[in-house]
Structure formats: structure tokens, C-alpha cells
């Protein structure tokens, strides 16, 4: 993996979430049950991938990477409105630090290319 399939897999569930008419808690599943499965070289760092952790652990109770995503249903279906609001902007915060360290990535990768010598 790496950070483009963190931020690819955070992109297409957080646009679903946010098109959805579904309840905030189904949206926040739909969200954690995307995610979950990813390792930390989808993210640009330390403090991101801590951010992820407790992500997956307030959403399913459970490690990073399980793959028990019934869990993640019992889990959100049980929060306030409140509580599925703020894991869903922290969802959001947590893509837009892996949509910075992508974008400098590929900018990155874009100069390089374009500096070749004649």
C-alpha cells in the first residue's frame, strides 16, 4: 500500500458519506468499514496514523486492521449524533492530511521529471 491507497480509500467513502441520505452513524460505518484494513504506510505519519488508530478504536472498539466490520455497525449504531458528527470530521481531517503528503508527493515526483537536463 501507501499513502495513495490512503488517500484514494478515505476520498470514495468520504464522498459517500457526505452525499448519503443515511443516518450519520450508518455514514460513519460505511467510513470505519472502508478504512480499516489499511496499514501505516497509508499515512504520511506518526501523528496521522495515531489519529487513525483512535479512529478505528472509538468506531469499532478494536484495533486497526480488523476485519470484524459487524463490529464497527454495533459500535456507531450505539453514538449520539454528536459523537458520529465528530468521528465523521475527524475522518475528514484524518484524509486531509494524507491528501497534503499525496499532493506533495506527486508534485514531488511531477519536479522530477520535469528537471531533466538537455
Known amino acids: 500500500m501507501g499513502v495513495d491507497q490512503g488517500w484514494e480509500k478515505f476520498f470514495i467513502t468520504l464522498h459517500f458519506a457526505v452525499a448519503s441520505p443515511a443516518l450519520l452513524q450508518r455514514r460513519l460505518a460505511e467510513v470505519a468499514q472502508s478504512v480499516c484494513r489499511l496499514e501505516r504506510d497509508s499515512f504520511p505519519d506518526g501523528e496521522t496514523w495515531n489519529r487513525f488508530e483512535k479512529f478505528i478504536a472509538a468506531t469499532a472498539g478494536l484495533p486497526a486492521n480488523n ?14 449524533d454528536d459523537e458520529a458528527s465528530y468521528w465523521l470530521q475527524e475522518a475528514f481531517g484524518i484524509c486531509n492530511d494524507i491528501t497534503v503528503a499525496y499532493g506533495a508527493e506527486v508534485a514531488r515526483l511531477a519536479a522530477g521529471r520535469c528537471s531533466r537536463s538537455w
Open 67 to 80: 476485519e470484524n466490520t459487524a463490529v464497527i455497525e454495533v459500535t456507531t449504531s450505539q453514538m449520539t
